[in-house]
């Protein structure tokens, strides 16, 4: 099946900096998306984007399919940034396949 | 609704006995998907229902772990005779159609003492 790499797995920032999180994955997907998993749990959706490339405030997220890789930016970051980012991809079946995420603690 | 609904939100089970798990779907959502996420790792597929069939149930881990959705909307997962690795968050998602956007629930935390 198809496998789903994240890195880096650990991040700390100071309040401000700005940062790249990188998705790899093995196959071609028909969906993708990347999630903030907040401290009580809660899976936030961040980008829906299979391809190309989004923004939405401080975060931004390019999907460069032919070369299998997701990039997400965050810039000027804040420490309600900490939490645990997820990208998830599937290949138009039913599975939805998450990497191990990136643990991000923002630092005041 | 406005969002995916997960009941209850925390659960305190002994070993081996029987729980429920509610899922309330967004209203339309036409996909219903399971997933186990224990601590410190990302979700893990369970099973996936499109309407009320279940398609797909390769995740779920043993003959013990059963998942309906009866009508189409509302989905129960129900483990039965619990062990103490059944512990984990089990987090329930939608989606309108296949190639859409999933959204999430809050999660049920189960643990098994």
């Known amino acids: 099946g198809i496998q789903v790499e994240q890195s880096p797995p650990d991040l700390i920032l100071q309040e401000g900096a700005n940062s790249t999180l990188r998705c790899n994955f093995s196959?071609?997907?028909?969906?993708l998306q990347w999630f903030h998993q907040n401290p009580w749990g809660q899976l936030i959706n961040l980008f829906y984007?299979?391809?190309g490339t989004k923004q939405n405030g401080r975060l931004s997220a390019t999907t460069v399919a032919t070369e299998r890789y997701s990039l997400l930016y965050i810039s000027s970051s804040q420490t309600t940034d900490s939490g645990v980012y997820f990208c998830?991809?599937?290949?138009?079946?039913?599975?939805?396949?998450f990497g191990a995420g990136t643990r991000l603690f923002v630092k005041a | 609704g406005a969002g995916v609904s997960q009941s209850p939100r925390y659960k305190v089970a002994k070993r081996g006995q029987d729980v429920a798990l509610r899922c309330d779907p967004i209203?339309?959502?036409?996909?219903l998907f399971w997933y186990q996420q224990a601590l410190g790792q990302g979700p893990e597929f369970l099973t996936y229902?499109?309407?009320?069939?279940?398609?797909?149930k390769s995740g779920l881990p043993s003959d013990r772990f059963f998942a309906e959705r009866p009508e189409g909307s509302v989905s129960t997962l129900k483990i039965q005779r619990t062990q103490q690795e059944d512990s984990a968050v089990y987090l329930c998602?939608?989606?309108?159609?296949?190639?859409?956007?999933?959204?999430f629930g809050q999660g049920t935390r189960l643990t098994v003492v």
């Open positions: 196959d071609s997907v028909n969906n």
């Open positions: 209203s339309g959502h036409v996909s």
């Open positions: 998830a991809v599937d290949t138009g079946g039913f599975k939805t396949i």
């Open positions: 984007i299979p391809s």
């Open positions: 998602a939608s989606r309108r159609g296949v190639n859409t956007e999933a959204f």
């Open positions: 229902f499109q309407n009320e069939a279940q398609l797909d």
